[in-house]
């Protein structure tokens, strides 16, 4: 039997993930892999994990087995409360939702707040997985334009004062895909231009744990509360597997939320919730932290090292303070992606820009790395043959070198 034609319309706006599909080729023996935002399984805290379960069997018993309430395991919801009031986001245990990773909540916000033809702000480049989350609804993206320290403000205003936006997502701490911040001053005047709109933005949070230096700004959701669903994970600083997100929202939307997540799943795995309530009510988090970031911050540093000496001039990148990506940005028009064929016959992969713009046509000559995979050694060869491989397609482009070069 053919099915095609039993396949619901939305299903034209839904594509294979492209990182996705791109970890399935690096994946083979001798690849170096600097695509996709992996975290290094020596991260994970393994050696607390027998006991952390054996935590919360005594603790809960059969009760860890169970079904739980749709918003999430009430304990883990109380430590995050009081994580979350740390960084400036105050949200009681019953203001917080738990969702099986942020993920969940992308596709449940566009489930909840997009009908066909919503206008749609995001970034320009932005993060692939909420571009992929979104498009089944149908939105029409409007571009942010975005500079070294983040989204602009006055076109984060001129957007919102030229018509209907439904909401506006970011993810100003350590981009994907980009590694930039929005500085204190510059959240604060994104504060004040959406409290002026009445606007709503979704804030994506989940690498600013992973901080090798300078100072923290608070979340944009600590400026504007009423105005901002604030979305995170556990997934970089415990273990992704156990698809643990969550999120703080005005009571409107988190009511909505929950209604959706009960469609979805009824609720998140309650044994990983307890794990993870363990994980930081214990401390555990506090004492595991730095392990993770002497971890990645040598990692960012031979690559930031190695793209210095083996990048061509023509090359420009940023120099992030953390989290897990560095993006680099051709002048002249290379095309990444023939880099990128060419590099992964040689056993080295990145994700082309492209794949970050809600738009076609952009970003043909970026490329976005991950340093937090690879060990440092990995890296400083990965980044020569890339550096080899942007060379030959520059001199391709000027003509001075043959397609069999």
Same mark, same amino acid.
């Given at each position: 039997m053919k099915f095609e034609h039993l396949l619901a319309a939305r299903t034209l706006k839904i594509h294979d993930n492209a990182i996705r599909e791109i970890l399935k080729?690096?994946?083979?023996?001798?690849?170096i892999s600097l695509?996709?935002?992996i975290p290094a399984p020596e991260s994970f805290p393994m050696e607390i994990m027998n006991g952390l379960s054996a935590a919360v069997i005594e603790k809960y018993g059969s009760g860890a087995f169970q079904y739980d309430l749709t918003e999430g395991f009430m304990? +883990?919801?109380e430590a995050l409360s009081v994580r979350l009031e740390r960084k400036g986001v105050t949200a009681s245990p019953e203001e917080i939702i738990?969702?099986?990773?942020?993920?969940g909540f992308l596709d449940a916000l566009g489930k909840v707040l997009i009908t066909r033809g919503d206008r749609v702000a995001v970034e320009a480049p932005t993060y692939l997985g909420a571009i992929s989350? #979104?498009?089944?609804?149908?939105?029409?993206?409007?571009?942010?334009?975005? $500079?070294? $320290?983040?989204v602009v403000p006055e076109s984060l205003e001129r957007t919102l004062a030229s018509g209907s936006v439904k909401f506006v997502y970011l993810v100003p701490t350590f981009q994907n895909p980009t590694g930039r911040t929005i500085p +204190?001053?510059?959240?604060?005047?994104?504060?004040?231009?959406?409290?002026?709109? $009445?606007?709503?933005?979704?804030? $994506?949070?989940?690498?600013?744990? +992973?901080r090798y230096r300078g100072e923290a700004p608070p979340p944009v959701k600590s400026f504007a509360?009423?105005?901002?669903?604030?979305?995170?994970?556990?997934?970089?600083?415990?273990?992704?597997?156990?698809?643990?997100? #969550?999120?703080?929202?005005?009571?409107?939307i988190r009511e909505w939320l929950v209604r959706v997540k009960q469609g979805t799943d009824l609720h998140t795995s309650t044994f990983n919730q307890a794990l993870a309530a363990e994980y930081l009510a214990g401390g555990h988090l506090e004492r595991h932290l730095p392990g993770i970031l002497a971890l990645y911050r040598p990692r960012q540093e031979a690559?930031?090292?190695?793209?210095?000496?083996? #990048?061509?001039?023509?090359?420009?990148?940023?120099?992030?303070?953390?989290?897990? #990506?560095?993006w680099a940005d051709a002048d002249g028009g290379v095309d990444m992606e023939t880099v990128y064929q060419r590099a992964v016959a040689r056993n080295t992969a990145f994700v082309p820009g492209r794949y970050f713009y809600a738009h076609d046509g952009e970003g043909r000559g970026a490329m976005r790395l991950n340093f937090t995979l690879a060990e440092a050694e990995e890296i400083r060869r990965a980044v020569k043959i890339l550096g080899e491989e942007i060379d030959w397609a520059s001199q391709k482009k000027s003509g001075s070198v043959s397609e069999m070069s």
């Open positions: 080729v690096v994946s083979r023996p001798g690849m695509a996709g935002g304990p +883990l919801r738990i969702a099986s990773g942020s993920q989350a #979104f498009n089944p609804y149908e939105p029409e993206y409007v571009r942010l334009e975005t $500079d070294e $320290d983040g +204190l001053a510059r959240r604060r005047e994104i504060a004040r231009i959406i409290q002026t709109y $009445d606007a709503l933005v979704i804030e $994506d949070d989940p690498y600013s744990d +992973l509360p009423d105005h901002v669903v604030y979305i995170s994970t556990l997934s970089k600083i415990l273990a992704p597997g156990l698809r643990i997100g #969550f999120c703080a929202a005005p009571p409107l690559m930031l090292t190695a793209m210095a000496a083996c #990048f061509p001039e023509t090359i420009r990148w940023s120099r992030p303070e953390g989290g897990m #990506f560095i």
